[in-house]
């Protein structure tokens, strides 16, 4: 983690300078792939979401565990910066020049996804984001269980069926790795949610429940 970082709303200490520079060397190497992965993300999926036949339609779409070079006022002075935000997502407020225009009179729509069992909620950013988290919010629940640990106690297969006893349609390339995923794994979305909000880094707009799930 870089040295200052918005994590789930709060600023979290890194590594040792020479350590910190060892890895913003390795970030920025990085960014010839980054600049080439960013104009796939239309297209990754994504020719699902532009499926009208199916009724489905991409109206927003936003990263999360990247690096960004932002304007942020620090210590009363305007800076330029560069934010990575890990486990964070932008949360910027109304009039802010680098939301899109549509949105611009509102402010940022925030995706704050929960698990495949329950719910997800898009929120808004605000003025005290840009104040205290250098404009971000929670990117979703956080794990209770590791990965490893889901897999141990979990079985894909009970998964699915749970799932489906709700509803929810499953698409995986791995029927055992949807252990890693499962709702038992996540914290209750709802909780943190209302931190950020309470906080006011972010605030609430609708709560979305899942119709499907598709896992790599």
Request: glycine content about 10%; aromatic content about 6%.
């Amino acid at each position: 983690k870089s040295t200052q970082e918005s994590c789930r709303g709060t600023l979290v200490r890194g590594p040792a300078p020479g350590a910190t520079a060892a890895r913003a060397k390795e970030y920025f190497g990085m960014q010839p792939l980054i600049l080439w992965q960013w104009p796939l993300r239309p297209r990754a999926g994504w020719h699902l979401p532009q499926r009208p036949e199916l009724g489905l339609e991409q109206i927003y779409d936003v990263a999360h565990n990247i690096a960004k070079i932002e304007e942020h006022t620090v210590a009363g002075q305007q800076q330029t910066l560069c934010i990575h935000r890990k486990g964070a997502t932008r949360a910027f407020p109304a009039k802010h020049p680098d939301i899109p225009s549509i949105y611009r009179d509102i402010g940022q729509p925030v995706l704050i996804p929960g698990d495949m069992g329950r719910y997800s909620y898009v929120a808004v950013g605000t003025e005290i984001a840009m104040k205290e988290t250098f404009g971000s919010t929670a990117h979703g629940a956080g794990r209770v269980q590791s990965r490893s640990a889901a897999k141990h106690s979990l079985k894909g297969g009970d998964v699915v069926r749970s799932l489906a006893a709700k509803g929810i349609t499953v698409k995986t390339g791995s029927i055992s790795s949807l252990a890693e995923e499962a709702p038992e794994a996540y914290k209750d979305v709802a909780d943190v949610v209302d931190v950020a909000h309470q906080a006011g880094i972010s605030l609430k707009v609708l709560r979305s429940v899942p119709m499907g799930v598709i896992k790599g």
